[in-house]
C-alpha cells in the first residue's frame, strides 16, 4: 500500500511501490495486490462508480487505486479527521480481501490511522512498514532542515521544532509526536533502505529491534539488443552531467544551476560540462520556486538543456547519453533510487555529502561529494570531473553491484513469512 501510483505522479516511492510488487508477483510464492491512494492534491481523479472507492490502475487486477477525493488530511498530525474513510471505506477493502500482510510503502493522505483500523479488523494480519523519508519526524515535508536557514537538521524536540514554526506550541509537536507513535505502536516490523535513517528513528524512538535495514531492490533492465549499442570512445571527454529527479528545492536542482553558472562566469573550463535536467512536477512548487528555478535556467541555457519527464523505458538511453549522474539533493535523502539506476548503467555519481547519499557513494570509489548546498563546491567537483577521463574511469571500475528485485524480494518474503508464522503462534497461544 502506498500514497500514489508512478502512473499519476513518477516518484521514486511510487516506482519503487510498484517494482515491489511486480517483483512479489513474479516470484510467484504470494499473491500480492498494490493499492495506491489517489485523489487530491495530485489527482482530481474520483471513483468510477457510486459506492466503492476502488479502481482498477490498468488492465492488472492487481492494481487498484484507493479513492480518498473529498477526505481532508491533517498534514501536522499526519490524520484523517472523517474517520468514515477508515471505519466504513477501508474497512470494507480489508474485509474482502483480508490480507496475511499489509506493507505500507507510506501514509501520506492515508494517515497514520490506517494502522489502527488493520489491527482492530484483522488482529492477525502482519503490518509491515518500510520508512523511505522522515515525515513522521519532521514537520517540514520531512526534509530535517531548519526553516529559517535550510541547514539539515539531526534532532528533534518540541523546543527545536516550535523554533521552525513559532505559530505551533511545543505542547502541540510534543502531543504530535505522540499521536504518531502511539500508532507506530501497531507495526509488526520497520525497513530501512539506509542505515542513517535506521539511527534517526531510533533517536526518535522506534526500538531498535523493530527496525531492519533492508536495501531496496531494483529489476533488472532489459538487455540490449545485439548491436544496439555504439562502442564507447574511451578517449573522449567526460563532461556530460545530467539531473534525474523531482524539480523541487529540496532536490537542490537550483544549486546544480548556480554551480553551472559559477562555471560559466568564472571558471575556465576545458572540455565545458554540460548539465541535461531530466525532472517533473514542477507544477506542483511554489511560484517562488518555479520563478527561481526558470530565471536560473535561462541564466545557463547555454550550457544547461531542460528535457523535462521521461518514462522508465527511456532511461537505459538517457543514461548512456551522458557520463555523470548529479544528485545535489540539500536534505539528508534516504536511498534515491537514482543512485542505482546510475550504478545499474555504469554511471558515476555525484551527490551531497550527507544522509543517505553519502552512504549508498563512496566518495573517490563510486563517485565524488560535494559539500551540501555549496554551489560554489559543486562547480568545483564538475571542473574536476570533467577535465579528467582517467577519474571517470577509475570511478566507474568501483561501482557496486546494485541489488536486485529478485534477492529483495526473497529477503521481504522470508519477513513475511516470519510475521505470518509468529502471528498464526500468538493466536494460536
Same mark, same amino acid.
Given at each position: 500500500?502506498?500514497?500514489? %501510483?508512478?502512473? +499519476?505522479?513518477?516518484?521514486?516511492?511510487?516506482?519503487?511501490? &510498484?517494482?515491489?510488487? $511486480?517483483?512479489?508477483?513474479?516470484?510467484?510464492?504470494?499473491?500480492?495486490? &498494490? !493499492?495506491?491512494?489517489? =485523489?487530491?492534491?495530485?489527482?482530481?481523479?474520483?471513483?468510477?462508480?457510486?459506492?466503492?472507492?476502488?479502481?482498477?490502475?490498468?488492465?492488472?487486477? =492487481?492494481?487498484?487505486?484507493?479513492?480518498?477525493?473529498?477526505?481532508?488530511? #491533517?498534514?501536522?498530525?499526519?490524520?484523517?479527521?472523517?474517520?468514515?474513510?477508515?471505519?466504513?471505506?477501508?474497512?470494507?477493502?480489508?474485509?474482502?480481501?483480508?490480507?496475511?500482510?499489509?506493507?505500507? $510503502? %507510506?501514509?501520506?493522505? !492515508?494517515?497514520?490511522?490506517?494502522?489502527? @483500523?488493520?489491527?482492530?479488523?484483522?488482529?492477525?494480519?502482519?503490518?509491515?512498514?518500510?520508512?523511505?523519508?522522515?515525515?513522521?519526524?519532521?514537520?517540514?515535508?520531512?526534509?530535517?532542515?531548519?526553516?529559517?536557514?535550510?541547514?539539515?537538521?539531526?534532532?528533534?524536540?518540541?523546543?527545536?521544532?516550535?523554533?521552525?514554526?513559532?505559530?505551533?506550541?511545543? $505542547?502541540?509537536?510534543?502531543?504530535?509526536?505522540?499521536?504518531? $507513535?502511539?500508532?507506530?505502536?501497531?507495526?509488526?516490523?520497520?525497513?530501512?533502505?539506509?542505515?542513517?535513517?535506521?539511527?534517526?528513528?531510533?533517536?526518535?524512538?522506534?526500538?531498535?529491534?523493530?527496525?531492519?535495514?533492508?536495501?531496496?531492490?531494483?529489476?533488472?533492465?532489459?538487455?540490449?539488443?545485439?548491436?544496439? +549499442?555504439? &562502442?564507447?570512445?574511451?578517449?573522449?571527454?567526460?563532461?556530460?552531467?545530467?539531473?534525474?529527479?523531482?524539480?523541487?528545492?529540496?532536490?537542490?536542482?537550483?544549486?546544480?544551476?548556480?554551480?553551472?553558472?559559477?562555471?560559466?562566469?568564472?571558471?575556465?573550463?576545458?572540455?565545458?560540462?554540460?548539465?541535461? &535536467? %531530466?525532472?517533473?512536477?514542477?507544477?506542483?512548487?511554489?511560484? @517562488?520556486?518555479?520563478?527561481?528555478?526558470? *530565471?536560473?535556467?535561462?541564466?545557463?541555457?547555454?550550457?544547461?538543456?531542460?528535457?523535462?519527464?521521461?518514462?522508465?523505458?527511456?532511461?537505459?538511453?538517457?543514461?548512456?547519453?551522458?557520463?555523470?549522474?548529479?544528485?545535489?539533493?540539500?536534505?539528508?535523502?534516504?536511498?534515491?533510487?537514482?543512485?542505482?539506476?546510475?550504478?545499474? %548503467?555504469?554511471?558515476?555519481? /555525484?551527490?551531497?555529502? +550527507?544522509?543517505?547519499?553519502?552512504?549508498?557513494?563512496?566518495?573517490?570509489?563510486?563517485?565524488?561529494?560535494?559539500?551540501?548546498? #555549496?554551489?560554489?563546491?559543486?562547480?568545483?567537483? /564538475?571542473?574536476?570531473?570533467?577535465?579528467?577521463?582517467?577519474?571517470?574511469?577509475?570511478?566507474?571500475?568501483? /561501482?557496486?553491484?546494485?541489488?536486485?528485485?529478485?534477492?529483495?524480494?526473497?529477503? +521481504?518474503?522470508?519477513?513475511?513469512?516470519?510475521?505470518? *508464522?509468529?502471528?498464526?503462534?500468538?493466536?494460536?497461544?
Amino acid at each position: 500500500m502506498t500514497h500514489n %501510483h508512478p502512473s +499519476i505522479v513518477p516518484g521514486g516511492v511510487e516506482n519503487y511501490a &510498484l517494482e515491489l510488487y $511486480q517483483g512479489v508477483k513474479k516470484a510467484g510464492e504470494f499473491d500480492p495486490v &498494490l !493499492l495506491a491512494r489517489n =485523489g487530491p492534491p495530485v489527482s482530481r481523479a474520483a471513483a468510477p462508480h457510486p459506492g466503492t472507492r476502488l479502481s482498477r490502475v490498468n488492465q492488472d487486477e =492487481g492494481q487498484l487505486f484507493f479513492h480518498t477525493e473529498g477526505s481532508a488530511f #491533517d498534514l501536522f498530525r499526519m490524520t484523517v479527521p472523517d474517520k468514515r474513510l477508515y471505519t466504513q471505506s477501508f474497512r470494507d477493502v480489508l474485509l474482502s480481501y483480508r490480507p496475511d500482510v499489509v506493507h505500507f $510503502q %507510506h501514509t501520506l493522505f !492515508l494517515g497514520v490511522d490506517i494502522l489502527r @483500523e488493520i489491527r482492530n479488523t484483522l488482529p492477525d494480519s502482519a503490518i509491515v512498514y518500510t520508512l523511505h523519508e522522515y515525515l513522521p519526524i519532521c514537520h517540514r515535508d520531512g526534509q530535517m532542515l531548519r526553516t529559517m536557514n535550510d541547514r539539515p537538521c539531526m534532532e528533534s524536540s518540541p523546543r527545536r521544532c516550535h523554533e521552525c514554526f513559532p505559530e505551533i506550541s511545543p $505542547q502541540a509537536f510534543f502531543a504530535r509526536k505522540r499521536f504518531i $507513535q502511539s500508532h507506530f505502536e501497531l507495526v509488526d516490523l520497520f525497513l530501512a533502505p539506509s542505515r542513517f535513517l535506521v539511527d534517526r528513528y531510533v533517536d526518535w524512538g522506534i526500538p531498535r529491534e523493530k527496525l531492519r535495514f533492508e536495501p531496496n531492490g531494483r529489476i533488472r533492465p532489459p538487455e540490449p539488443e545485439p548491436g544496439s +549499442i555504439e &562502442l564507447d570512445d574511451p578517449e573522449r571527454p567526460r563532461n556530460r552531467f545530467a539531473f534525474f529527479g523531482q524539480l523541487s528545492p529540496f532536490k537542490g536542482v537550483t544549486v546544480l544551476l548556480e554551480a553551472m553558472k559559477i562555471l560559466a562566469d568564472e571558471v575556465v573550463t576545458d572540455p565545458r560540462p554540460r548539465v541535461w &535536467l %531530466h525532472g517533473a512536477n514542477l507544477e506542483f512548487r511554489s511560484p @517562488e520556486f518555479r520563478r527561481e528555478f526558470e *530565471e536560473q535556467l535561462d541564466a545557463t541555457r547555454e550550457r544547461v538543456t531542460m528535457v523535462g519527464r521521461y518514462e522508465p523505458s527511456e532511461l537505459p538511453d538517457l543514461m548512456r547519453a551522458i557520463d555523470w549522474v548529479v544528485i545535489p539533493s540539500i536534505w539528508f535523502e534516504n536511498s534515491p533510487l537514482v543512485i542505482q539506476e546510475a550504478f545499474m %548503467h555504469g554511471r558515476p555519481v /555525484i551527490c551531497s555529502d +550527507i544522509g543517505g547519499m553519502a552512504e549508498k557513494v563512496e566518495d573517490r570509489v563510486s563517485g565524488l561529494h560535494f559539500r551540501a548546498g #555549496d554551489p560554489r563546491s559543486l562547480a568545483r567537483t /564538475i571542473a574536476r570531473a570533467a577535465r579528467d577521463p582517467e577519474l571517470w574511469a577509475r570511478l566507474q571500475t568501483g /561501482i557496486p553491484e546494485v541489488y536486485w528485485m529478485e534477492d529483495a524480494v526473497k529477503s +521481504i518474503s522470508a519477513i513475511y513469512r516470519q510475521l505470518m *508464522e509468529r502471528k498464526r503462534s500468538e493466536a494460536a497461544a
